[in-house]
């Protein structure tokens, strides 16, 4: 068998075109959407998610803020404008980048951000409502898989899913969006005993771990999607995932590749979020 790509880069594109046109009606009865980015030090990975963020906003009709600060600013100033940009109506969506540098308590931060301005949906009220299977802001990785399968009509209700990793931001919320979804998910990670014994029964395998092509072919069910998570650069510098898409696409019936996969749909459900914000903004007043 010889998989299918779902085309991120695509869904990307037809996603965010939607998202600018809705944007145009909010910004007609006064309303722009707004996203303001929080980056703090030098890292420059950071630096591009957030030149993309920005870029990401400006294609799509919102209004953007970006504050820098250098890597030893005091956390002090950073939680002031946070609290400057929570009482700011004019604001729907409010970003830290992470990660931050070791003299902040990234949770303290994030938590110090309005559950009704967190975008990254990051915050534990909306992780907490996540839970619960109530509305929140959707953590946007894998809030941007399952936009995938769903536009792919992949069956989730009943599918065995097998998620790798446990993180806050990727594994535990891409679980309970399967979960909440119907699928009976298994979550492995560092300490699971035999991987490779339960990647083999996964109807939908989510590889969210940060190593380069450690899930093979031979990890995967015949006829299985896979998901890719993973952002990793291999042995020649080449951006690559976390799975080994030449021995896993003869596998798999549908595959996410890397780059052009999960990655664009991440800061589209960043912008789907801020939108979201923006019409609550606009309801309330
Ligand atoms: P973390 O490092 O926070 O989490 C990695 C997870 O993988 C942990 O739960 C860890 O387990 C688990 N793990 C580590 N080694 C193994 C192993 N040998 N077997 C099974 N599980 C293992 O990473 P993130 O969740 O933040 O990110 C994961 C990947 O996704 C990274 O490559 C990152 O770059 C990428 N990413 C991509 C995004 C995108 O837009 N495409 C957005 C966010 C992340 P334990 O908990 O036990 O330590």
Not at 99 to 114: G, H, M, N, R, T
Request: hydrophobic content about 45%.
């Amino acid at each position: 068998m010889t998989a299918r790509n779902i085309d991120g880069k695509a869904l990307s594109e037809k996603v965010r075109e939607e998202i600018a046109q809705q944007a145009a009606e909010l910004t007609a009865k006064g309303v722009q959407p707004c996203l303001a980015v929080i980056l703090v030090g030098e890292d420059p990975a950071s630096a591009v998610y957030v030149r993309n963020k920005v870029a990401g906003c400006e294609k799509a009709g919102f209004r953007s803020l970006k504050f820098s600060y250098p890597a030893d600013v005091a956390p002090e100033q950073v939680f002031a404008k946070i609290a400057e940009l929570n009482a700011d109506t004019s604001v729907h969506g409010i970003l830290v980048q992470l990660p931050l540098p070791k003299q902040f308590d990234s949770e303290k931060v994030l938590e110090a951000i309005s559950p009704e301005k967190d975008v990254d949906g990051f915050h534990a009220v909306n992780f907490g409502l996540l839970l619960q299977g109530r509305k929140s802001f959707y953590p946007c990785t894998p809030w941007g898989v399952m936009k995938m399968l769903e536009s792919e009509n992949v069956q989730v209700k009943g599918a065995e899913a097998v998620v790798i990793g446990r993180s806050n931001i990727v594994g535990k919320p891409m679980s309970v969006m399967l979960l909440s979804k119907g699928a009976t998910v298994t979550i492995c990670h560092s300490q699971t005993r035999d991987l490779a014994f339960h990647t083999r029964r996964a109807d939908i395998l989510v590889a969210a771990v940060g190593k380069a092509k450690m899930i093979t072919g031979d990890m995967i069910k015949p006829g299985a999607v896979v998901i890719d998570v993973g952002m990793n650069r291999d042995e020649n510098g080449k951006l690559c995932g976390d799975v080994d898409y030449a021995s896993a696409s003869q596998v798999a019936s549908l595959i996410t590749p890397v780059p052009g996969g999960v990655g664009p749909m991440t800061i589209t459900m960043l912008l789907a979020n801020t939108l979201e914000s923006a019409r609550r903004a606009l309801n309330q007043a």
